[in-house]
């Protein structure tokens, strides 16, 4: 829905609601899809928020209550009568439970626990043991399971019969008696045999399915490689534990993406947008780096100072530092995102390094051979001839565009191969991503310039 | 499948092909799923793909068509016969024959659409009207279609009789005489309702739907708000033309993540992974924005050159400028890419700006204060007392830790107002990220160091 339109039934909600007609601003949200009630009851003041939620149907509040945001969930819980909390307890599914139990403070989850069946808790606790972003931590326990010696009615029948409370009816998975996984049927199959078909003829027995310690970004990448609506979770033992729907695994795609892009800009990864990311927060997630880096340029600075007499000598040098670090250190980034993108998606792996930078090389030359050569054009005809800058000669521009060079050809090695060192080193490759490597490339090409400087200048 | 697993399994394949046994070749391969086959005989060289690309079931052949690159494909198309391309075409799902064609040849193509039947022709050639990014461009055709008045037995029969051709059977619309869309029933509904119940009384009948020419990124972000599995597409006129499915909707998420990336490291975006993208080809994308940057560091440059007397008679500072324009690239990056990515999940717009303006005007004043506070005490610590370097006063440590905060203030503000300025000229906010706003930021903070300098220490 539109923010606009969205910004016009809140106004409508209201008016309906002071006027004290309650079934017309019920009627105004009941075709509104769960995330977009969601949205609608957050434009309100918190203290409208229980009288809303109570408006809605039992089975949608729960939907729409999924889709809120943690604060609203906890004033919703905290307002809740018993009753009220174990209602929408039950129609909500086991992971997005866990998920809610994993952000509200203690007193809350306890009496998320305490209204839970004895069931649906025992789940609970185990979903909650398993590791942060491992596959078992983004599963549900609510699958349709079926034996191998059922017919195609008997499954239709189970289906029926325990279907609404699972969250994917359409991908059947078939246990054995130690509930190891031994096939995968889906609704389409199902309907396309006759009623007495038995089930072990027409299942799918070679099955993709992921480990409950799997990282979940894999999971998420193997969606996207096999086109799947849900993959079955297994344990060492290959008994079925639980899937993971697709709704979950894009979810992990997006915020994966989020955080490496946070990560390859200096920030510390957080899971709140933007807006709702206070401020003493997001100077807490951005000063660490901020702070590392500029100490680490206490190296450039000393370099600088090193060179103090050169630069004296000849002061036009200066003049290109700044041109000389941006063009290294976006050179760097260019080369370190492609590779990170393509770490991340699966593309490439330690063993393709030597791939890698012989590629990086050929292209950093090419790179670096056209911007020196425009470069120099440059310096002769903008710098020396048309501001009439005489201390710009031909010397000068031969070594601002040979340290060009060798700066790009740097910046890109050092760019391609960092991330993958990283990967292999098991840290995240996007920490190695523009601000470090800029720093890394600052203190390299500032040495290569002084150096080819002294060289054929003589200074 | 891992890389290993599927080295070894190439091997194997490779053998028994060898010695001619086909049938035990084809054994290895039919239970693997499409994606992995795909990425199977693409480790055979390439004289092989046709052999092994026959010894595969129809359907399935088909199903890794699809999976292949371009010119496995194209190599492919080439070496079958005319029944041969007939049955693959036959197969395969109408988008998916719309994305082979974009990508072949003229000629290619021409013997693609000879060997299409009438009916599918038209079909793809209305689909490839759609403008590229578009709603229309990633939608198929295939979807099951029910009447109001059926009886969900009536459905059931339908589904059983078309549904073998559709993408997906589990989400069906419900459309009128004039095919204008009017509810949707999923399986799931229609499996949990008696047999004589009839459509209109257990369909839903407000949609969340798309335009055909709505943003596909948009759309991608639908399903990440909505968790659906497929999404009806409607004309103007609100007749439903095509479903999106969830597949299609994580393709595209996972290539304008891509995008956005290469876009903020400024590279020019291209669909082709890391390894399959030649080196002129990556010259080409890289080069440009290395260009551009290149030469508008001439107006540093500049700056420097008119301070060249100030610099002279203050030589310390210069050693400062590439710790000041570092951390100023750093912080602009920072803002930026953290508003970029909330602008492109929809969480904030361009009625925000102000209240994004005034968060990063916070942060960066605590940001500003802790950096140029560290960065007072290390200068006097570090540089005056332990590298013994006299010409580190208190008054240069303050000229430096005072245009700090200055640069870190204007870092902020320009890097998180510039993306929402480019959303609202309808560019897009990720070309104005981490190079782009470090050129600027360079040079804004070279002036304030400049003037502060001059003010204060008297040059």
């Known amino acids: ?156 029948k189970r289906i029926r019969r325990t279907g609404v409370d699972k969250e994917t009816i359409y991908l059947c998975y078939v246990v054995n008696d130690s509930r190891v996984l031994t096939g995968l049927v889906s609704v389409r199959t199902l309907l396309l045999h006759d009623e007495d078909d038995v089930i072990s003829d027409i299942m799918e027995s070679s099955i993709v399915c992921v480990q409950t310690l799997d990282d979940q970004e894999t999971v998420s990448q193997m969606f996207n490689k096999y086109d799947f609506i849900a993959m079955p ?68 600075g000393l370099i600088m100072t090193r060179f103090e007499d050169a630069l004296m000598a000849c002061a036009i040098l200066t003049a290109f530092i700044p041109m000389l670090s941006g063009t290294g250190g976006n050179s760097g980034t260019q080369a370190a995102t492609a590779v990170i993108r393509a770490l991340s998606l699966g593309e490439i792996s330690f063993g393709d390094t030597l791939r890698v930078i012989w590629k990086e090389l050929r292209v950093a030359f090419l790179c670096g051979v056209c911007l020196a050569a425009a470069n120099f054009v440059k310096m002769l005809l903008v710098d020396r001839w048309m501001m009439h800058n005489p201390a710009v000669t031909v010397a000068v521009a031969a070594v601002v565009c040979l340290t060009l060079l060798c700066t790009v050809l740097g910046a ?23 601000p470090f490597i800029s720093t890394v490339v600052d203190a390299l090409s500032l040495l290569v310039y002084f150096r080819i400087a002294t060289l054929f200048l003589g200074i």
């Not at 609970?124 to 609510?142: C, F, Q, R, V, W």
Request: charged letters at 25%.
């Open 1 to 156: 829905m539109q923010k606009e339109h969205l910004a016009l039934t809140a106004g409508l909600v209201e008016r309906l609601i002071r006027d004290g007609k309650y079934a017309a601003a019920r009627e105004q949200m009941v075709d509104l899809e769960p995330a977009d009630i969601a949205l609608l009851l957050s434009e309100f003041p918190e203290g409208r928020l229980p009288i809303l939620f109570r408006l809605l149907p039992k089975e949608l509040a729960a939907e729409t209550f999924v889709e809120m945001d943690n604060d609203q969930q906890e004033l919703l819980i905290r307002s809740f009568s018993d009753t009220e909390l174990q209602e929408v307890l039950e129609e909500m599914y086991l992971d997005d439970t866990v998920d809610l139990i994993e952000e509200m403070p203690a007193s809350v989850v306890h009496r998320i626990l305490h209204h839970c069946d004895a069931e649906s808790r025992r789940a609970i606790n185990e979903l909650m043991k398993y590791p942060e972003d491992s596959a078992g931590s983004i599963m549900t326990t609510e699958f349709v399971s079926l034996t191998a010696d059922m017919t195609v009615e008997a499954a239709f």
């Open 233 to 300: 979770v297994v344990d060492q033992e290959h008994r079925l534990v639980g899937i993971i729907t697709v709704d979950d695994a894009m979810d992990v795609m997006q915020a994966e993406a989020t955080e490496d892009m946070e990560k390859m800009a200096a920030i510390m990864p957080s899971d709140k947008p933007y807006l709702k990311t206070g401020v003493l927060e997001t100077v807490r997630a951005r000063t660490p780096w901020l702070m590392i880096l500029m100490l680490s340029a206490t190296f450039t």
């Open 412 to 434: 890109k090695i050092v760019g391609c191969s960092l991330p993958i060192l990283a990967e292999k080193l098991g840290l995240d490759p996007a920490v190695m991503a523009s």
